[in-house]
């Protein structure tokens, strides 16, 4: 076996090995730990809760029987005394309540903050390769962060709350039912799973309808969406009708499903109303016969109706919200793997080596390596090249032949799956990675900015810097001219991923924050293939002034921007073809690939 296969075999026994296994309940409530004075006000209140539930049924029955005297100053006094009774229970359970619901909310509250701070925190720190992933795209992120630390707070909170509430009802209304007529009582408990298997039965089979009918209609959601989204176009294009008539038939299979579906449905809660309703006749029969026979009073056998039955129907209200506790275990098992994964590339290494500066020479021995998304296609193969300390090194070739991976290496977003990679000598897996790349600054194609203002984003990195210096970067960077043009200069604010500016203007400020860190290692991932004519010399002239002196790797399909690098290498399909400046790839003539490709690209200049 390769060592390729090998590799590929153990990376997926590894993901076998780690699906999410249902979390222990206890794993959660540990996490609830910090506010534990809140999670035990909230379990006692919620034990608290089946009594007023219980002593209100009591009481209940206690009004109905009064209006059986005969004595109109008793039926008086005692109507007095159980609205007092009453009233009290209502002010106790009201009480009750929101002690229980604003211990569970803030206990949950506190837990949601910690999980998604865990979380962010977490992810920060996962390898580049983690997020390649098509499960842990930017949306489903977004959604495990949200949306899934709310389900976690639900399932500890709400769960708990419910469950215990439940037992604390069961409990008393048995004791109760039990002390007041045992043997009716009996018989209550006994039809009871009949009664609690009906209400069950229609909580979740209404929950599972409701639900099918939102995933039905998920795609028409979606169409409808894509046509407000590009409204321009339809309208361009006059395609209304056609857009229609599309939403139509995405609606046309759930309109025939829900049909199907409302015949079944009908069926199974009208039976489960109907034996509910025929589920009463055994107690009422034995109820009839203990009461003709004087072994039971009118009030005690409505007692032990009305409290049992209640009983039961919360038990089913309970149970039918197993849905929910379902999807709160699916976010708690994937929030929990999220927590407890250790990330392949630690960039805080605790006995990795920090540097306080670095020469800035580069070697890659022997390397091959495939992404994670797509194991089985090796972009390098037994690949080495070294880049001299202060010097530039441009590396050119088609689409796919590795240099945006050769750069990706250099920074440690992913490790090699043979060979090594080292930095002034020394194997970069040694280095203590955030000391590190604080000596390394990367411009990529398409520049990232963050909502903030141009000084803000020229910061990022260097937040100790001084206003000077940041003027200075800006100068470097041939971009402090139009930001001085802007209404607010550099408090102008760049907008979600720098739309308020130009391609130009924003790869500018890129520049200006590598300049700002000072890098011995300097790193171009194609930084002028997106400009204009104008803006791609003002980012030339400023990318040859940063470079001057520091270890420079350029990645460009534009030979021409590249031309006074001290080295080229020409790549293709993960292997080195040709190597040199260029003018002497050049000299190499019509049998040179340099030479083909730089004539192919720039027809008419031979020099």
Not at 56 to 66: E, G, K, P, R
Not at 274 to 286: D, R, V
Not at 448 to 467: C, M, P
Not at 545 to 555: D, P, S
């Amino acid at each position: 076996m390769s060592f390729q296969d090998s590799w590929v075999r153990d990376k997926m026994e590894n993901a076998r090995g780690k699906k999410g296994s249902a979390p222990s309940f206890r794993r959660l409530l540990i996490m609830t730990m910090p506010n534990w004075h809140f999670t035990l006000l909230g379990c006692v209140c919620a034990a608290l809760y089946g009594l007023p539930s219980s002593l209100y049924s009591y009481a209940m029955t206690d009004v109905l029987s009064i209006y059986f005297e005969n004595d109109k100053s008793e039926i008086t006094a005692k109507t007095r005394t159980c609205c007092i009774i009453l009233l009290a229970i209502s002010v106790f359970g009201f009480a009750v309540y929101i002690l229980m619901d604003h211990s569970f909310s803030i206990m949950g509250h506190y837990l949601t903050k910690r999980v998604r701070e865990g979380m962010l925190y977490k992810m920060l720190t996962f390898e580049v390769g983690w997020f390649d992933q098509e499960e842990n795209s930017s949306g489903a992120i977004c959604s495990k962060i949200s949306k899934d630390a709310r389900f976690l707070q639900s399932l500890v909170g709400d769960q708990l709350s419910v469950m215990i509430q439940t037992l604390s009802i069961i409990l008393i209304s048995y004791i109760v039912g039990l002390t007041t007529a045992w043997k009716f009582a009996l018989v209550m408990i006994s039809v009871q799973p009949i009664l609690i298997t009906c209400y069950y039965m229609k909580g979740v089979l209404l929950k599972i309808s409701w639900r099918k009918g939102l995933n039905a209609q998920l795609d028409s959601n979606r169409l409808a969406m894509e046509a407000v989204r590009n409204i321009r176009t339809i309208t361009a294009f006059s395609s209304q009708e056609h857009i229609l008539h599309l939403f139509m038939l995405t609606l046309a299979e759930p309109r025939r499903k829900g049909i199907r579906h409302s015949l079944l449905d009908g069926l199974v809660i009208g039976s489960a109303n109907g034996i509910n309703i025929g589920s009463w006749a055994l107690p009422f029969w034995y109820g009839g016969i203990m009461l003709s026979q004087g072994s039971i009073t009118a009030k005690a056998f409505l007692q032990t109706l009305i409290i049992i039955f209640r009983s039961a129907r919360i038990i089913a209200e309970a149970g039918a919200m197993t849905m929910d506790l379902i999807n709160g275990v699916g976010s708690a098992s994937i929030i929990l793997s999220i927590l407890e994964r250790a990330t392949q590339i630690q960039p805080d290494y605790h006995e990795g080596h920090k540097v306080d500066s670095i020469k800035g020479e580069i070697e890659l021995s022997n390397i091959s390596f495939s992404y994670p998304s797509r194991p089985r296609v090796l972009v390098l193969k037994s690949f080495s090249i070294s880049f001299e300390a202060g010097r530039s090194t441009a590396l050119v070739g088609p689409s796919g032949s590795g240099k945006s991976t050769i750069i990706s290496l250099i920074e440690r977003f992913y490790d090699p799956l043979d060979g090594e990679v080292r930095i002034d000598g020394q194997n970069i897996k040694n280095y203590h990675l955030r000391s590190l790349r604080r000596h390394i600054a990367l411009v990529g194609q398409e520049p990232t900015l963050f909502i903030g203002t141009i000084k803000e984003n020229i910061l990022y990195g260097s937040e100790g810097a001084s206003d000077a210096e940041v003027e200075d970067a800006a100068h470097t960077a041939n971009a402090h001219e139009f930001i001085c043009g802007l209404k607010d200069g550099y408090d102008t604010n760049c907008g979600e991923r720098g739309v308020q500016l130009s391609g130009g203007q924003k790869q500018r400020i890129a520049i200006a924050r590598a300049i700002l860190r000072n890098p011995s290692i300097l790193l171009l991932d194609e930084a002028t293939s997106a400009l204009d004519g104008e803006a791609e010399k003002l980012v030339k002239e400023a990318l040859e002034r940063v470079m001057r002196g520091k270890t420079t790797v350029v990645v460009a399909h534009r030979l021409n921007t590249i031309m006074n690098c001290d080295l080229i290498v020409l790549l293709e399909k993960g292997l080195l073809v040709e190597k040199g400046d260029h003018a002497s790839l050049m000299e190499m003539g019509h049998t040179g690939k340099y030479y083909g490709l730089f004539n192919l690209l720039h027809p008419g200049r031979e020099k």
